[in-house]
């Protein structure tokens, strides 16, 4: 597994490496099945130092996990036993999806843009309902079963997934709901 290691205005000293790349190779290889790579990156917030973890499976699930301490290895090791947390509290789900799929995610391309949330008031109507785009970038979405979704939206700890859904190949949703639960929009449901 390649861990990458950086600091943003902060520098990593051999030690420090040395410690993550222990933790968390032997993390990784007790609770992740094939782990691909990982990255770790330290920042200082205050007088607090914020570790950030992201590791990336073989089958194309991702997950991550943050920590905060006022030390830097305290950081790292709060993020790491929240990493390894949620990859032993999912690992009969993983093993279980993992057996009937042998090949990685099938992805397709598509655009993602970050639209300005406080737009400058037009004069011209017409022109006010073009939202303004301050970033640009490429990204894929999964082929995946509604299970898979869910296990990739609770492991990557993001609100919502959007997935083509490969029983029916149609786009879907799965997001957080304020009730604790979990929303499934299925646009082929609605024409059936």
Not at 55 to 84: C, P, V, W
Not at 86 to 92: I, P, S, T, V
Not at 175 to 192: F, H, K
């Amino acid at each position: 597994m390649q861990i990458e290691i950086n600091g943003k205005q902060i520098d990593i000293g051999d030690a420090l490496r040395t410690h993550v790349t222990d933790e968390l190779s032997g993390s990784m290889d007790k609770y992740a099945e094939r782990p691909v790579d990982a990255a770790v990156t330290f920042t200082r917030d205050g007088h607090e130092y914020k570790c950030e973890c992201s590791t990336h499976l073989s089958t194309g699930m991702k997950a991550q996990a943050s920590g905060k301490a006022n030390e830097i290895y305290a950081a790292f090791d709060i993020a790491n036993e929240r990493l390894a947390k949620q990859l032993r509290r999912y690992k009969r789900r993983l093993k279980n999806h993992h057996k009937a799929r042998q090949a990685p995610f099938e992805r397709m391309a598509a655009a993602s843009f970050v639209i300005e949330s406080d737009a400058p008031e037009i004069e011209d109507a017409s022109e006010s309902l073009q939202p303004v785009i301050i970033a640009e970038s490429k990204t894929t979405i999964p082929v995946l079963s509604v299970g898979e979704a869910v296990l990739q939206m609770e492991i990557g700890e993001e609100p919502l997934l959007m997935f083509r859904n490969e029983r029916n190949n149609e786009i879907s949703v799965v997001y957080r709901r304020e009730d604790g639960n979990v929303g499934w929009i299925d646009p082929s449901a609605a024409t059936a």
